[in-house]
């Protein structure tokens, strides 16, 4: 019998298989495998088996993913920290979340530096790292060309999220929106994972901007660990390690 986490369906080809998919999975083990086999944004589909299949000279001897990217970390985190799109030789690349990227380096050390993490890089997916009660994953599960998903690729794939959301629900206490694509890709759930109603005019996203409502997980903002923000200054590792220790206090955790 095939192990649950590698089992393979048939993969969600359209955005109705995807909303029927997410809905039946059970757990997150069927939920990833699922996300993985998505095949239902052409476009996408076409730019990462492309990027899989060209490589970067630099990996040339890698076999790319050229996938979905699922998340990653414990199904019973308190604190989710909530991506763009997985990069195209990062996770594309290596099959987990953030993982083989500059962005990547720069998130794992600060999660490392914040006790959340039992080591501070993240290179490949049999590299022994463990996250402590967070789970990380993106607004769209495809690395899309020059990180821009159209909107009707973000809104297919938010079933994933929501699912993905209402999964870890019963631990999660506050998500961390690495971005403002990010941030915006979380006022749908608010209806499809908690009934309730987005606020309007919705909250401004900004570095440490905070969005609280009962029976909810805090939304709080962070810059995006992009090397565009990384290489300006604009976003510092001490502005990285105030916003985790925020997440830290929202959710609790010492
Ligand atoms: S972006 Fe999401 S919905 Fe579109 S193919 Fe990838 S996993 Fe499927």
């Known amino acids: 019998m095939a192990d649950r986490g590698t089992r393979r369906r048939a993969g ?12 039946a999975a059970v757990d997150l083990v069927e939920l990833d495998g699922a996300v993985s086999g998505c095949r239902a944004c052409p476009r996408l589909v076409a730019w990462r088996e492309e990027v899989a299949a060209e490589k970067r000279a630099a990996f040339r001897d890698w076999t790319y993913w050229g996938r979905p990217v699922p998340g990653f970390g414990p199904a019973q985190a308190s604190i989710a920290v909530l991506g763009l799109a997985p990069a195209a030789h990062g996770g594309n690349r ?21 006790g959340l993490a039992n080591q501070p890089t993240s290179e490949a997916r049999d590299d022994g790292l463990a996250l402590h009660g967070v789970r990380i994953f993106a607004a769209v599960r495809c690395a899309p060309p020059a990180n821009k998903p159209t909107p009707e690729e973000r809104d297919t794939c938010a079933p994933w999220l929501h699912r993905e959301l209402a999964l870890i629900r019963p631990t999660l206490r ?22 309730v109603r987005p606020p309007v005019p919705r909250p401004a996203f900004g570095h440490g901007a905070i969005w609280q409502h009962d029976g909810v997980p805090a939304l709080l903002g962070s810059y995006h660990v992009s090397q565009q923000n990384t290489f300006t200054g604009r976003l510092t590792p001490a502005m990285l390690d105030g916003v985790l220790a925020q997440a830290k206090a929202v959710a609790g955790v010492e």
Do not use: K
């Not at 969600?12 to 809905?23: K, R, S």
């Not at 961390?176 to 749908?188: D, E, N, T």
């Open 94 to 114: 290596t099959g987990r979340i953030f993982t083989g990227d500059r962005s990547g380096d720069v998130l794992f050390a600060a999660l490392h530096r914040a």
């Open 174 to 195: 506050v998500v961390v929106a690495l971005g403002s694509f990010a941030w915006a890709a979380f006022w749908p759930a608010l209806p499809a994972v908690y009934g």
């Open 12 to 23: 969600a080809g359209t955005p109705e298989d995807v909303v029927g998919q997410a809905a």
